[in-house]
């Protein structure tokens, strides 16, 4: 049987459809192996990189990865730690030494420091292959969100929603004066000035929608000024 | 969480801007689609905003009651189905469920909207029962209001089967071009008051911050014919006036939708 990729490059497959015949191939993320053929796993774009045959998602749950920061949700308070939701298939467990750099004594109630349906922002620091995940909340920038609102997208599109080195949320940042964090498992904490913040949720929906065409932030820019009145330029910068 | 959450939702609203923008007292889109189920007697599907419900209507030949035995018989049924919300679950109605049906039972009933008598067939004897079922197919809030809208829809889309000689439904025929008797249409509003504030179509983020909630059911002339009072806080009577004022001023543009 000759070895060969039965698929062309960035072609879009469902899950089933075979990518490749022969042993000399690899499945990356998104692909496996069923004897001889590789298949893929998810709707995707085809990425093949010499023998390696991975997709890139368009669609589905996230994933938790390993240093991912991500916008988690407190399900339960546990005897030695917190339960988190990562809008994905698998909830996160927190444990009092990554949870802050407070000192908390022994019997202390836990809930004064996350209490259930609390919104933070944490990191990703191991996931098991059964996909037991752990969160930590020590790290710049990790903290209890308060207020605001919890906007949710699908996380293939965080990237695009993100920018280019954050210009994107950067430029949403300044037209409408709201904080904005993007975790990567698409959740997107949002708060500012009631008007601002509904102009900022509407923007994300409308790159969510976008995303796949180009000049977007250019087109983002001309969206938001005419939405806030105020002069919008796409610009760089860490977000 | 939640006094934050609401604290931060209560600072919006205090400025008239909603949770999507909306001012205090609109309702967000509704649209209507008659005739969305072949085996029902009428249908309809409801959508306000991202709400969505579907009501049906299916009639059937009965006795009616010993105390009114020359008026057809009505049922009103909710359900809400546990993929619409993750809080709803399988197993018999709880009380969100029990309160939408019985609520647009209230409206229906109370404005006389079907003309009980003309389902009347034999005194006593044969008349038409009316059963409305009602299912909620995606929860953002504000289920009442689109479910009394969906079961009024469905009751102007219904149209009464044909009977074969001994008194039974044909199935097998086609339906005839008869339609119910409707002589009001009720529609609900229900107002909420939070702080000193009204406002009207509360989405589900919105729903932490109810503190009293008045459902009104109008008829087209205005006449209030159903109430329903929810949430813990009390209501003067001043309170209600203006909740019925504004659930008057509001309904023609839910019956518009129609």
Known sequence: MTEQVLVKDKEIVVPGEKLAIGMSFLPGSGAYRDSEHIVAQRLGMVSVEGKVIKLIALSGKYLPKIKDKIVGKVIDVLMTGWRMELNSPYSAVMTLKDATSEFIARGADLRQYYDLGDYVVCQVVNVTSQKLVDVSMRGPGLQKLRGGRVVEVSPQKVPRIVGKEGSMVAMIKQATGCEIIVGQNGWIWLSGEPEGEVVAEQAIRKIEQEAHLGGLTDRMATWLGDKTGKSVAPRGGAQ | ?258
């Open chain 2, 1 to 258: 969480m939640y006094q934050e959450q609401k604290a931060h939702l209560l600072r919006a609203l205090v400025k008239n801007v909603r949770y999507d923008g909306r001012k205090a007292l609109e309702f967000r889109q509704i649209t209507v689609e008659y005739g969305i189920s072949a085996s029902a007697e009428g249908s309809a599907r409801v959508r306000i905003g991202g709400t969505e419900v579907l009501a049906g209507v299916k009639l059937d030949l009965g006795k009616p009651y010993p105390d009114t035995p020359d008026k057809g018989n009505l049922m009103v049924n909710a359900e809400l189905l546990p993929m619409s919300n993750p809080k709803f679950e399988t197993g018999p109605p709880g009380e969100q469920a029990t309160e939408i049906a019985r609520v647009v039972d209230r409206a229906i009933r109370e404005s006389k909207c079907i003309d009980v008598h003309k389902l009347c067939i034999k005194e006593g004897e044969l008349v038409w029962g009316v059963n409305i079922d009602i299912c909620s197919m995606n929860d953002e809030g504000n289920l009442q209001d689109a479910a009394c809208l969906a079961a009024l829809a469905a009751l102007k889309d219904a149209r009464l089967p044909k009977m074969t000689e001994n008194n039974e439904i044909d199935y097998e025929a086609k339906k005839t071009d008869e339609k119910l008797p409707i002589a009001r249409e009720p529609v609900e509003v229900t107002v909420v008051k939070v702080g000193e504030h009204f406002f009207v179509d509360l989405l589900s983020d919105e729903e932490i911050l109810i503190e009293a909630r008045l459902t009104v059911a109008v008829t087209e002339k205005g006449t209030i014919c159903a109430l329903q009072k929810g949430g813990q806080a009390q209501l003067s009577v001043d309170d209600i006036d203006k909740m019925v004022e504004i659930a008057q001023k509001l309904a023609p543009s839910l019956r518009k939708a129609l």
